[in-house]
């Protein structure tokens, strides 16, 4: 089965952590072009396509996605909160 993304909507990251939290149901081919990440997707267990298991995979490539979006979006506070911490610390004395 095949699965094209717009690599406007989904990042790489996103897509590579997706696939690595399926490695024990699906073995993903993933490769990009432009504007689009091809992902070539194979059962491990059998030789036909569980939909059931797809669907999972793709409600978990927007969870992966929107966490890569978060993470980006809280980048300075958790930075300064980190500085802070460690500031308090007497590591850097």
């Known amino acids: ?3 094209d993304l717009d690599a406007s909507a989904y990042c790489l990251e ?5 696939a690595y939290r399926f490695i024990d149901k699906l073995t993903i081919q ?3 072009s432009e504007n689009k990440i091809h992902c070539d997707i194979a ?3 059998s030789k ?3 939909q059931k298991v797809i669907n999972e995979f793709k409600r978990e490539l927007l969870d992966q996605q929107l ?6 979006e ?4 958790r930075n300064l ?3 802070y911490t460690f500031s308090k610390t007497g590591l850097q004395e």
């Open 1 to 3: 089965m095949y699965l």
């Open 14 to 18: 996103a897509v590579q952590k997706s």
């Open 30 to 32: 993933i490769s990009c």
């Open 43 to 45: 059962m491990n267990n």
């Open 48 to 50: 036909e396509v569980d």
């Open 67 to 72: 966490r890569v979006v978060i993470k980006q």
């Open 74 to 77: 809280t980048e300075t506070q």
């Open 81 to 83: 909160i980190l500085a």
